[in-house]
């Protein structure tokens, strides 16, 4: 059974740093891309950012560019997302997803639960 | 990278059919055939419905259908059930080597 579990989020102070992790297992990870994507409470999806298979490759959204990076370790099928110069609109619940299209055809066929992110001082 | 344009809201009663539509631009629905469409249910993670404009994943019921005309991507559901009431979020590739979403249509079921 595919299971990805986000982990890493909590309260922030603006201009603060924290670090998302995305457990996968039950896939064989380094196979396929992976993407972030947000959500504030009420709100809709906002895509924040994807990494390919092997890492070498990253997208960001032009909102978190400079500022959020997106990383993987496929020998502890992790995802990662680091995000620092954090702001009040980054409050959103952040999604992990499996992508089993890739670079021009994403379709994201599993998500995990979200972890919430709260920037406020 | 601006949000595809979905309606906030859709009704049906049980047993009708209605559509959700997903306007975009040439340099991401129009310009590609991988509009994809996503169901979420309040408090759960969303869950794909339809990729590829017309393809449903395994498990996805027959009752769910999609189509795209130039820069606008639809969602059909025939035969409405309690249970599809929900946000529906269409996404699209985008020629910037993004992902963008719809802003969510609230589907309700009458």
């Known amino acids: 059974e595919v299971q990805l579990v986000e982990s890493g989020g909590g309260l922030v102070q603006p201009g603060g740093s924290l670090r998302l992790s995305c457990a996968a297992s039950?896939?064989?990870?380094?196979?396929?891309?992976m993407h972030w994507v947000r959500q504030v409470p009420g709100k809709g999806l906002v895509w924040v950012s994807r990494i390919n298979s092997d890492g070498r490759s990253t997208d960001y959204a032009d909102s978190v560019k400079g500022r959020f990076t997106i990383s993987r370790d496929n020998a502890k099928n992790t995802l990662y997302l680091q995000m620092n110069s954090l702001r009040a609109e980054d409050t959103a619940v952040y999604y992990c997803?499996?992508?089993?299209?890739?670079?021009?055809?994403?379709?994201?066929?599993?998500w995990g639960q979200g972890t919430l992110v709260t920037v406020s001082s | 990278q601006s949000a595809l344009t979905q309606p906030a809201s859709v009704s049906g009663s049980p047993g009708q059919s209605i559509t959700i539509s997903c306007t975009g631009t040439n340099s991401d629905v129009g310009g590609y055939k991988y509009v994809s469409w996503y169901q979420q249910h309040p408090g759960k993670a969303p869950t794909l419905m339809i990729y590829?404009?017309?393809t449903r994943p395994s498990g996805i019921p027959d009752r769910f259908s999609g189509s795209k005309s130039g820069n606008t991507a639809s969602l059909t559901i025939s035969g409405l059930q309690a249970e599809d009431e929900g946000d529906y979020y269409c996404s699209s590739y985008s020629s910037s080597s993004t992902l963008v979403f719809g802003g969510g249509t609230k589907l309700t079921v009458l």
């Open positions: 590829e404009v017309n």
């Open positions: 997803a499996r992508d089993s299209g890739g670079y021009y055809h994403p379709l994201l066929d599993y």
């Open positions: 039950g896939f064989t990870f380094s196979n396929y891309w």
